[in-house]
Protein backbone atom coordinates (compact mmCIF):
# COMPACT_ATOMS: atom_id res chain seq x y z
CA UNK A 1 0.00 0.00 0.00
CA UNK A 2 2.47 2.42 0.76
CA UNK A 3 4.41 1.47 -2.89
CA UNK A 4 1.01 2.57 -4.26
CA UNK A 5 1.05 6.41 -2.47
CA UNK A 6 4.64 6.74 -3.66
CA UNK A 7 4.41 5.48 -6.98
CA UNK A 8 0.77 7.84 -7.22
CA UNK A 9 2.81 10.79 -6.00
CA UNK A 10 5.46 10.45 -8.17
CA UNK A 11 2.91 10.30 -11.33
CA UNK A 12 1.19 13.53 -10.17
CA UNK A 13 4.30 15.23 -9.68
CA UNK A 14 5.76 14.12 -12.75
CA UNK A 15 2.58 15.26 -14.84
CA UNK A 16 2.71 18.77 -13.10
CA UNK A 17 5.91 19.20 -14.35
CA UNK A 18 5.26 18.05 -17.76
CA UNK A 19 2.36 20.19 -18.14
CA UNK A 20 4.26 23.36 -16.79
CA UNK A 21 6.97 22.19 -19.35
CA UNK A 22 4.49 22.21 -22.11
CA UNK A 23 3.02 25.51 -21.34
CA UNK A 24 6.31 27.46 -21.29
CA UNK A 25 6.81 26.22 -24.49
CA UNK A 26 3.60 27.25 -25.95
CA UNK A 27 4.25 30.51 -24.30
CA UNK A 28 7.54 31.24 -26.60
CA UNK A 29 11.18 30.60 -25.83
CA UNK A 30 12.66 33.74 -24.23
CA UNK A 31 16.17 35.24 -25.12
CA UNK A 32 18.66 37.79 -22.64
CA UNK A 33 20.39 40.45 -24.14
CA UNK A 34 23.04 42.53 -22.06
CA UNK A 35 25.12 45.36 -23.00
CA UNK A 36 28.06 46.39 -20.89
CA UNK A 37 29.79 49.54 -21.81
CA UNK A 38 32.38 50.47 -18.88
CA UNK A 39 35.68 52.27 -18.98
CA UNK A 40 37.16 49.86 -16.47
CA UNK A 41 36.68 46.47 -14.80
CA UNK A 42 35.61 44.48 -17.77
CA UNK A 43 35.21 44.34 -21.45
CA UNK A 44 31.87 46.29 -23.03
CA UNK A 45 30.19 43.71 -25.04
CA UNK A 46 26.91 42.74 -25.68
CA UNK A 47 26.11 39.20 -24.54
CA UNK A 48 23.51 36.99 -25.79
CA UNK A 49 21.93 34.19 -24.19
CA UNK A 50 19.46 32.09 -27.02
CA UNK A 51 17.26 29.86 -25.43
CA UNK A 52 18.88 26.95 -26.68
CA UNK A 53 22.08 27.79 -23.98
CA UNK A 54 24.30 28.70 -27.02
CA UNK A 55 25.90 31.91 -26.23
CA UNK A 56 27.33 35.11 -27.99
CA UNK A 57 29.50 38.35 -27.50
CA UNK A 58 29.60 41.12 -29.30
CA UNK A 59 32.72 43.94 -28.67
CA UNK A 60 31.63 47.05 -28.00
CA UNK A 61 34.25 50.45 -27.62
CA UNK A 62 34.55 51.62 -24.25
CA UNK A 63 33.33 54.89 -22.67
CA UNK A 64 36.65 56.40 -22.80
CA UNK A 65 36.75 56.42 -26.48
CA UNK A 66 33.38 58.57 -26.42
CA UNK A 67 32.10 56.27 -28.99
CA UNK A 68 28.41 56.10 -27.84
CA UNK A 69 26.71 56.93 -30.80
CA UNK A 70 28.60 53.80 -32.60
CA UNK A 71 28.23 51.66 -29.84
CA UNK A 72 24.09 52.72 -30.37
CA UNK A 73 24.22 51.97 -33.78
CA UNK A 74 25.71 48.57 -32.99
CA UNK A 75 23.23 47.69 -30.40
CA UNK A 76 20.26 48.69 -32.73
CA UNK A 77 21.75 46.55 -35.31
CA UNK A 78 21.98 43.39 -32.92
CA UNK A 79 17.62 44.40 -31.66
CA UNK A 80 16.85 44.55 -35.45
CA UNK A 81 18.47 41.69 -35.99
CA UNK A 82 16.84 39.64 -33.32
CA UNK A 83 13.82 41.03 -34.23
CA UNK A 84 13.92 39.75 -38.02
CA UNK A 85 14.42 36.52 -36.34
CA UNK A 86 11.31 36.53 -34.64
CA UNK A 87 12.02 37.84 -31.17
CA UNK A 88 9.73 40.67 -29.59
CA UNK A 89 10.99 42.42 -26.98
CA UNK A 90 9.34 42.21 -23.69
CA UNK A 91 11.07 44.39 -21.28
CA UNK A 92 14.24 46.50 -20.47
CA UNK A 93 16.14 47.89 -17.58
CA UNK A 94 19.26 49.53 -17.14
CA UNK A 95 21.27 51.35 -15.23
CA UNK A 96 24.85 53.42 -14.83
CA UNK A 97 27.60 54.45 -12.18
CA UNK A 98 30.36 56.36 -12.78
CA UNK A 99 32.07 53.75 -14.82
CA UNK A 100 29.62 51.62 -16.43
CA UNK A 101 26.16 51.89 -18.56
CA UNK A 102 24.48 48.46 -18.16
CA UNK A 103 20.81 47.47 -19.92
CA UNK A 104 19.29 43.75 -19.90
CA UNK A 105 16.86 43.16 -22.46
CA UNK A 106 14.54 40.20 -23.21
CA UNK A 107 12.76 39.21 -26.06
CA UNK A 108 10.21 36.15 -26.38
CA UNK A 109 10.30 33.88 -29.90
CA UNK A 110 6.38 35.08 -31.32
CA UNK A 111 7.38 32.86 -34.48
Known amino acids: MKNRKIIFLAAILGLMFSTASLKAQAEGEYLIMRTVETTIFWPSQISIAYPDGKLEEIPLLGLKKKKLGEN ?10 LKSQGYELVTSNGGNSDNAIVHTYVFKKTE
Open 72 to 81: AALILKKINE
